[in-house]
């Protein structure tokens, strides 16, 4: 019995003499791992790994063990030499960071499910305002198709003309909830997909609310190159750049508000004339809970998650700076492979 392993167990060599290894086995170490260590080494083959011990006093040490048979002169096994060395401080420090690192993912991903509700919650305001004119639409026809009636004036045709403009506006209402519902749907897996579509659709669901509210909103396309990404989360990601420049547009009360998007291959900008991002406050703009909306509340995790998006789940890059009049975010992608020369 080495002085060295009685130093860190923490025993006395009297008190390890005649005891099996079950002295200091943790608990954490299940019975099966000892199993397979014994049955190696008596088939005559050398055994290394990791083992956590249990110290006098209770408390646990990390070894790197290398266990081999001893032979003697007619090559039967008579023995066994093992070496320790002792790795508890690198295994702890190990096993720290692992935890640090799962409650961090933890963290990212309950921030990401509040950034999620929150965008579900502007989107269900949107799809609100972009139901009301058709259905204001579908009261005028229902009245009027009451009136004819009374007064004995509805006819077939009258009758079809009706039905077919409530069949349409029907339909645009059924499209906009089918929209919202695949904007949320969670990727599966990376599609073929470019940033004009991507953007056609954010448009097709807030280009009402935008409209709205007076801002004038220009694309301008100069190339267009196919990706493969997670096409709803890139979507959701320009659905809140859009939403922060409209937000800006508004509460700095702007003129003559305009959201400018360009769009070069595999490259996306989109930049707004609110004035731009105080240069205070610019080097925490991606920081999470971090939000510059004072009139408006805000979660401060859009342009945290939107980095996480493009960064870590799609390999791409998320910049931002200021323009000549106000701010310009920008989305670089990794294009489609078959595209890259």
């Known amino acids: 019995m080495s002085q060295a392993f009685c130093d860190t167990s923490g025993y006395t060599e009297q008190e390890l003499i005649g005891k099996n290894h079950n002295i200091v086995r943790h608990p954490d170490i299940p019975k099966e791992a000892f199993q397979n260590l014994w049955k190696t080494i008596k088939e005559g083959r050398p055994w290394q790994g990791k083992i956590k011990n249990r110290k006098k006093d209770g408390g646990h040490y990390w070894v790197y063990a290398?266990?081999?048979?001893?032979?003697?002169?007619?090559?039967?096994?008579?023995?066994?030499?093992?070496?320790?060395?002792?790795?508890?401080?690198?295994?702890?420090?190990?096993?720290?960071?692992?935890?640090?690192?799962?409650?961090?993912?933890?963290?990212?991903?309950l921030m990401?499910?509040?950034?999620?509700?929150?965008?579900?919650?502007?989107?269900?305001?949107?799809?609100?305002?972009?139901?009301?004119?058709?259905?204001?639409?579908?009261?005028a026809v229902a009245g009027s198709m009451h009136l004819k009636a009374r007064v004995g004036k509805f006819d077939a045709d009258a009758a079809l003309d009706h039905a077919n403009k409530i069949e349409e506006l029907s339909r645009h209402m059924s499209e906009t909830i089918d929209d919202f519902r695949n904007f949320f749907k969670p990727d599966q897996q990376e599609t073929y997909t470019n940033f004009q579509t991507m953007i056609d659709n954010v448009l097709s669901l807030i280009g009402g609310t935008l409209q709205?509210?007076?801002?004038?909103?220009?694309?301008d396309i100069h190339t267009l190159r196919p990706l493969l990404t997670y096409e709803n989360k890139v979507k959701q990601v320009l659905i809140n750049l859009v939403?922060?420049?409209?937000?800006?547009?508004?509460?700095?009360?702007?003129?003559?508000?305009?959201?400018?998007i360009e769009i070069r291959g595999a490259y996306f900008c989109i930049r707004d004339n609110a004035g731009g991002i105080p240069d205070a406050v610019m080097?925490?703009?991606?920081?999470?809970?971090?939000?510059?909306?004072e009139k408006k509340d805000g979660?401060?995790?859009?342009?945290?998650?939107?980095?996480?998006?493009?960064?870590?789940?799609?390999?791409?890059?998320?910049?931002?700076?200021?323009?000549?009049?106000?701010?310009?975010?920008?989305?670089?992608?990794?294009?489609?492979?078959?595209?890259?020369?």
């Open 112 to 139: 990401e499910q509040q950034a999620r509700l929150a965008h579900m919650g502007e989107m269900i305001s949107m799809i609100a305002h972009q139901w009301r004119q058709p259905l204001s639409a579908i009261a």
């Open 283 to 293: 080097p925490r703009i991606f920081e999470p809970y971090f939000s510059t909306k």
């Open 243 to 260: 939403k922060n420049a409209e937000d800006a547009l508004l509460e700095n009360e702007i003129e003559n508000p305009r959201i400018h």
């Open 66 to 109: 290398h266990v081999e048979p001893l032979r003697n002169a007619l090559g039967k096994i008579d023995g066994y030499y093992a070496v320790r060395i002792d790795i508890t401080e690198m295994e702890d420090m190990s096993i720290s960071m692992q935890r640090q690192e799962e409650e961090m993912r933890k963290q990212r991903e």
């Open 299 to 341: 979660t401060g995790l859009g342009l945290y998650m939107s980095k996480i998006i493009i960064e870590e789940h799609c390999h791409g890059l998320l910049e931002v700076e200021n323009s000549d009049e106000g701010a310009q975010f920008c989305i670089t992608l990794p294009p489609a492979e078959d595209e890259v020369s």
């Open 212 to 219: 709205s509210k007076g801002i004038v909103v220009t694309v």
